[in-house]
């Protein structure tokens, strides 16, 4: 879908929450979902990268954002109620949301991996986007078609030496978004998804790979047509896939 082109109004009135929407990819598609027309929920842990991006989408003169500070790492089903209920309240609705936060962790051997590092890469890959989802379902419901788009990575479909927790999280990932499309196929609006970013060259890129000079690499913004497929109308009979952003 790398050479999708997507309608200017694509995403008008659209209700959307990205999560990791401070930095990297999250932050392109933040900003390229609200140029199309979203209003977007900006979820992140830095408050100060959070309010750049909204200060940028306001700048633009797009819908005005929102931002909703949450840290993935230590957040309980508590936290996920409360910001299902603080949604519900402020937009009464999600038409979206694009699970893109993650931790890289350490790239080492599982026989050497550090039990808590491990516990932490699987908070926030695995059960953040798991308990965020649950929460927040009957808000999707509420939309006429929403669309759920999980973050996947290639050590995700085939596991890779040293690449541990973080590859095992993608690969649960992938599998919980084909049980959820499966399971909501029929008697909901509401489609699952995963996006397989490619090498892209951010922040996380940079710290697997520090040898590596970034601008021989895709940036967040080269791969936005993909992101914006799967949220838009478009991508409305596209369910379970995994979709590789460049290609
Ligand atoms: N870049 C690549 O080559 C590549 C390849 C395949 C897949 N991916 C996937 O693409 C997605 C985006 O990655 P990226 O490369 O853009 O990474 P990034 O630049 O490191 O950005 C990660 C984002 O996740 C947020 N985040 C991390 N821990 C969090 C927590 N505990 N609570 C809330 N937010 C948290 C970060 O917020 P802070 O900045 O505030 O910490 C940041 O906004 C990830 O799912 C990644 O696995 C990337």
């Known amino acids: 879908m790398y050479n999708y082109s997507a ?8 209700v959307l929450l990205v999560t990791g929407a401070g930095d990297g990819i999250g932050r392109a598609a933040a900003k390229r979902y609200a140029e199309y027309g979203a209003t977007v929920i900006l979820l992140g842990k830095t ?15 797009h819908p005005q954002p929102a931002i909703y500070p949450m840290n993935l ?11 299902q209920l603080t949604l519900d309240k402020e937009f009464g609705r999600l038409d979206g949301i694009l699970h893109n936060a993650a931790l890289l962790g350490v790239l080492t051997p599982i026989a050497q991996y550090d039990m808590e590092q491990w516990s932490k890469v699987m908070q926030v ?11 927040c379902l009957p808000l999707l419901e509420k939309s006429s078609a929403s669309s759920v788009v999980f973050t996947t990575d290639d050590v995700g479909i085939k596991g890779k030496a040293y690449w541990g927790a973080y590859a095992i999280s993608k690969a649960a990932v992938n599998n919980m978004m084909q049980i959820l499309a499966d399971e909501m196929e029929t008697n909901t609006s509401i489609r699952f998804n995963c996006i397989n970013p490619g090498i892209v060259a951010t922040t996380m890129r940079s710290k697997a790979y520090p040898g590596e000079n970034p601008t021989t690499l895709a940036k967040p913004e080269d791969i936005m047509n993909s992101y914006l497929y799967l949220m838009g109308d478009d991508s409305k009979d596209v369910n379970g896939q995994i979709i590789n952003a460049q290609s």
């Open 47 to 61: 408050i100060e990268k959070l309010e750049h991006v909204y200060d940028q989408i306001e700048q633009a003169g």
């Open 73 to 83: 790492e230590g957040a309980s089903a508590k936290d996920y109620q409360d910001l």
């Open 125 to 135: 890959n695995l059960n953040a986007p798991y308990m965020l989802t649950r929460m």
């Open 7 to 14: 309608p200017e109004q694509l995403l008008k009135d659209r």
